[in-house]
C-alpha cells in the first residue's frame, strides 16, 4: 500500500479516496467496501441492463482530458438506457489503468463522474480495478428501470411508420477528424464544438422517457445512423428509407463541410453520434413533435418504413446513394 | 462484414453465430439483438450484482486454452456471487479482441462459456465487443438473486467467531509459478493439478447458497487469504487470527512444496484461490460441517475473530508471522 502523500495511490486508497465518495448515495453500494453491491427493483418495474467498454485509441484519444474520458464512458451507457426508455439509476466501473495511477489524472477523471451522477441522477455502485499491459480501458455497466412490459425495443417497427432522429448527426464523426490532427493549433470555434461533441456526447434520457408508448422501436446510434437503423430493420423484418436532405445537419458541421450529398451521406455513415433513432406510427407524430418541445430536444422526421429489407439513404430524386459502409464496424 | 466462410468473422457474425446461441434460454436478452437487457426480480428478492475484468497477461496467461480463460472469467465472477449467498442468474460480456478474432480460438471460448453456462445455470444476456490495441480483456459483470436482507456481507464478523475457508489454499499460486515456465516440458501429474487449479478455479455456489444465515461475514480469496480476511476485518471492526498450521494445503501442493511454515506463509498471501472465508459464530460450528457435507465441499475452521484490527497469521506457537505482503495488489 502505498501511503496517502505519493502522487501514485494505491489500489484500494483509489477507491476509498476518489470512488467511493460517488457511491454514498447508494446504500447498496457499502461504499464499495464489499464484493458485490445490490439493487432492488420494485414490483412493477424491470431492470434494464448494458455495457461498454470504452478503449483509448479507439473509442477516445490518449489527449483527450481524464474528465471527459470519464462522462464519455457513462453517457454512452446512459445513451443506450435513453434509447430503451429506461431510467437511469446506478452503475459499475470496471477500469483498467495502463500504470500506476496518477492521483491528477484520477481525479479530474472522478470529477466528471462525479458531474455527471448529478446530471443523470445515478450512483456508481460498484467495480473493478486493475492494472492493464495495454491502454486505458474503461467498461461501465449501467442499470435503468422501466415500468413492466415497456422498454422500448429495436424489433417493432412496421411498414407505414414514420423514422425520426434526435440532435444533429455527423458532428462527432468530423470531430473525431479535427481531433485526430493537432489540436494545439488554433482551430475555430466550430472545429473545437466538433471535438467537443466527439468527446463528450449527449444522452437524450428526457427525450427516451418520454418515448414510451410512442416509439415503435428505437436505438442509439453508435456506429453510424444507416448502420444501426439497419439493425433495426433487421430485427423488425423491414426496409427503413432516410432521405438524406432531411438528416439534421448542426450550423458547424455544415460552416465547415458544406452542405452537399457527400457531407450528409459522410454524416449518415460515421460513428459517435449517441442520438436516438426512433420509428412510429404516423398517428403519433404531433404528440412526438409535442415531446420534443417539452423535453428540449430536437427531433427530425428523416425516413420511412416499408415492406422488404434494410435501411438506405435516398437522394432528393428518391434514388438510393450506393455507400461504401454503412457506418463503423470493429472488425 | 465478413463472408461466413472466413475464418476471421465480423463482429456481427461472430455475436449472431457464437454468443446468441449462449443467450437462448434467456428471454430478457432478445438473442443479443438488442442494445440492453431486462432482468425480472421478484417482489421477494434482491439483484446482486458484481464486475470483475481479466487481462491477458494479468489474470491469465496468453498461451491459456480459450475454454478455460472463458470458464476463469466467468467463474471469477461467480466465485464473488457464491461468497454473497447469491445464486447465480445471468451474466453480461465485454470482450475486447486483441485483432480479428480467430473462429477456432472463438468457437472454444464459447464452448467454454457453454459448458459452464450448463454446470452453473447462468445464461449470457448481452456484452459488446471492441477491438483494442491491447492485450485480450474480458469484463464479466454476473448477476445473481438474493431473497431481500438475505446477502452475506463483509461487514458483520464479531469477536468470538471462528474463522473457516472452503477448499484448499495456495494450489494456483504455485499453479501460476509452474505455468509462467515452459509448459512444453514435462510436468508432473501434480504440477499439472496446480495449473489446473490457477487456469480454472472452482467458484462455490452451492456452498455460498447453504451459508445464508450462518456465516457472520464472508468473501471469496481472490488476492491472498490474509489480505482479503483483512478486508473483512476492516470492515466488520475487528482483528481476524489465522492459524498457518491450521490452513488446507492440498496434497498436490504438499508433495510439490513439502509442508512448511514458509510454504504455508506464500499459500496464505498468494491470490487465485477463490475459495470462500468465512467467519461464524461458534455456535453454528456444526450446522456448518453439515452443510459442508451435504455441498461435498471441503470446509476447515482456520481462527478466530478477536478485538483489535487487522488479520494476522500465526505459527504454531500462536506468535504472529511477519509478511512481506499480505497477498497481491495491483499498484
Redesign the interface.
Known sequence: ??SSSSD?????E?IRELFAPLSKSAP?A?GL???????????DE????????L?E???FLPDDPPHTIAKKSLRVNLS??A??G?EPKAY?L?L??PE??DRQWLRAFARGLAEDQKEFRVSL???????????L?I?I?A??A?P?GT?I???GAKSGDLVFVSGTIGDAGMGLDFAEVDTSRDLTIEAEALIERYRCPTPRVRLGLALRGLASAA??VSDGLIADLD?IA??SAVRIEVDADRIPISRALMDIGGDSVELRTDAATSGDDYEIAFTAPPAKRDEILSVARKTKTQVTEIGRVMKGAGAVLLNEDGHEIPLAKKGF???
Not at 8 to 12: A, V, Y
Not at 33 to 42: C, G, M, R
Open positions: 500500500m502505498t501514485r495511490p494505491g489500489e484500494f483509489l447498496g457499502f467496501t464489499d464484493d458485490a453491491a445490490l439493487i432492488s427493483v420494485s414490483s424491470e431492470l434494464v441492463v448494458t455495457v461498454d467498454a478503449i485509441g479507439v473509442h443506450d438506457l434509447a430503451k429506461a459499475l470496471a483498467a489503468l500506476r495511477p455502485i460498484g467495480g473493478d480495478t486493475t492494472r492493464t499491459p495495454g491502454p480501458t467498461a455497466t442499470f435503468g422501466v413492466c422498454m425495443r429495436r424489433k436505438l442509439d439493425h433487421e430485427v464496424t470493429h472488425f
